[in-house]
């Protein structure tokens, strides 16, 4: 099936035969849905803080800042921002000279609000040609922000100037992720086309917010591996060619597990790069940044008092029990078999599901109609346990789990913090936590060819599947993306 070119192809990607064969089996047999036990809510499965606990977390996370710890603001930036102009490419390429739909004319009537106006008006003359405006703003005639990711896209307004998306994460990581040697660090992963670009910006601006908040930036960036691209197959379920060669296309965002995967520290806070509001509106994101941070703390330290108690022997039944109780009724880990195990089996039960990555994921009341979000799900090994689920992978034609699935009660908004390492202070390797049966199969074209293109398992869905995961509400307050231009005119943003 492979040429000696194919396969110095492979080599060069760093891409075995075995991983093309693994991604084909799985063109033909599809990926499995997902069983699931229950929707999450407040009932069963996702943590509610009333406010006179916050305290308890927030002094948690406060004391842990202080215990020269390394905390990283993982921010997925690579994405470009052409699906946020969609509405004015449209626009653009058809044959209409004014603008027509709600949208468009939105646009026009709020275009002196966005922050990107000066610099609009700068480099394109006045006039009212509505069309010229708007090559001006996303081609390489002006501004080029068609092929901008959005991190570099000027989001906000200040009185000393505009900031774009990626300097409202430099402003939000100084805000809760300052250690006590004031060092604030903020991971961005980018595309390599886009690289240097952020780093000029990086370079330029992290002197005048490290000055502001006395905080030293440590900024660094990574991009997708090329050993994480997928296959991509034909429609008899054969490797794609074009061009003699094969095809491969990007993994998703799931593959970014392999760049969290090689940073190295304590604990990671993971936010997509366009959820980031003006500083007017930020007292409630630091809030409950704060707070997921120390519920993490908060577990972290009840699982690592477990696991030394474990490892030295010297515990009794009744901790057993108790630690029992912690996986069922904090970690909302069900397994129908462990009234049936011994002491021996059961304390190897316990160590194995203790001992894992952590994450603590903010969680929104839907507001609409419901989405992909916290479910209890069940594992290979029958237990059940809190998973982010995408609609996709669930079996939607099942009445039973359509059920489940409409009555979520919340959606997840992308707003995780981490701990990467285990009760030795060991880092633990993420790849061992993936399930990988939880990719996705879509429909795509290259020069009118049909093809299947094959992601990863999402980075807080599959790929997260087998870390202890602790769901918490938060308000829809701090839930702010940006998905197409005039969002940015929402009071939000403004």
Not at 11 to 28: D, P, T, V, W
Not at 96 to 103: A, I, L, N, Y
Not at 180 to 206: C, D, M, W, Y
Not at 424 to 429: P, T, V
Request: charged share 25%; aromatic share 10%; proline share 5%.
């Amino acid at each position: 099936m492979f040429t000696q070119i194919d396969i110095q192809q492979l080599n060069a990607k760093g891409i075995s035969i075995a991983q093309i064969e693994e991604q084909l089996a799985y063109f033909k047999k599809g990926f499995p849905y997902l069983s699931i036990h229950a929707s999450a809510s407040i009932e069963k499965g996702i943590k509610y803080i009333p406010e006179n606990e916050q305290d308890f977390f927030l002094d948690k996370w406060s004391s842990y800042l202080k215990a020269n710890k390394k905390i990283v603001k993982f921010v997925p930036a690579s994405g470009a921002a052409s699906r946020m102009f969609k509405d004015l490419f449209e626009f653009l390429d058809s044959k209409s000279s004014e603008p027509e739909s709600p949208f468009l004319k939105k646009f026009f009537e709020g275009i002196s609000k966005f922050a990107f106006y000066d610099s609009l008006e700068s480099v394109g003359e006045k006039n009212d040609d509505r069309k010229k405006i708007i090559e001006i703003l996303l081609t390489n005639k002006g501004l080029n922000y068609g092929q901008l990711p959005k991190g570099l896209i000027l989001f906000h307004n200040y009185p000393d100037g505009p900031r774009t998306a990626m300097e409202e994460h430099l402003v939000e990581g100084a805000l809760y992720t300052c250690n006590e040697a004031g060092e604030v660090a903020i991971h961005f992963t980018v595309s390599p086309e886009h690289r240097e670009l952020f780093q000029n910006l990086a370079s330029q601006k992290s002197p005048l917010y490290a000055e502001r908040f006395g905080v030293n930036y440590q900024i660094d960036f990574s991009e997708q591996k090329s050993s994480t691209d997928t296959i991509a197959a034909d429609s008899e379920n054969q490797p794609f060619r074009d061009k003699e060669q094969l095809l491969f296309r990007p993994g998703g965002h799931g593959a970014l597990i392999e760049n969290l995967n090689d940073i190295f520290a304590d604990v990671v806070f993971i936010k997509n790069v366009d959820n980031v509001v003006p500083d007017s509106f930020k007292p409630v994101t630091i809030l409950y940044k704060q707070l997921l941070a120390g519920v993490l703390v908060d577990y972290q330290q009840k699982i690592f008092e477990y696991l030394h108690l474990i490892d030295s022997g010297k515990y009794e039944h009744e901790q057993l029990m108790e630690m029992v109780h912690f996986l069922q009724d904090e970690l909302c880990i069900k397994n129908p078999e462990t009234k049936m195990l011994e002491d021996v089996e059961l304390v190897l039960y316990i160590k194995s599901k203790l001992n894992r990555p952590l994450r603590v994921c903010g969680m929104v009341r839907n507001q609409g109609e419901p989405g992909g979000g916290p479910f209890l799900a069940v594992n290979a090994d029958d237990t059940v346990s809190p998973q982010i689920l995408e609609s996709s992978q669930i079996d939607l034609k099942d009445p039973e789990k359509k059920r489940l699935f409409e009555q979520g009660t919340h959606f997840n908004p992308v707003d995780l913090v981490c701990a990467l390492k285990n009760y030795k202070a060991e880092k633990f390797d993420l790849l061992r936590y993936v399930d990988k049966n939880t990719g996705f199969i879509s429909l795509k074209s290259k020069n009118g060819k049909e093809l299947k293109a094959l992601e990863l398992p999402g980075l807080w869905n599959g790929a997260m599947s087998d870390w202890n995961t602790v769901f918490v509400e938060v308000p829809v307050e701090t839930f702010n993306p940006v998905k197409t231009v005039n969002d940015l005119l929402r009071k939000e943003h403004q």
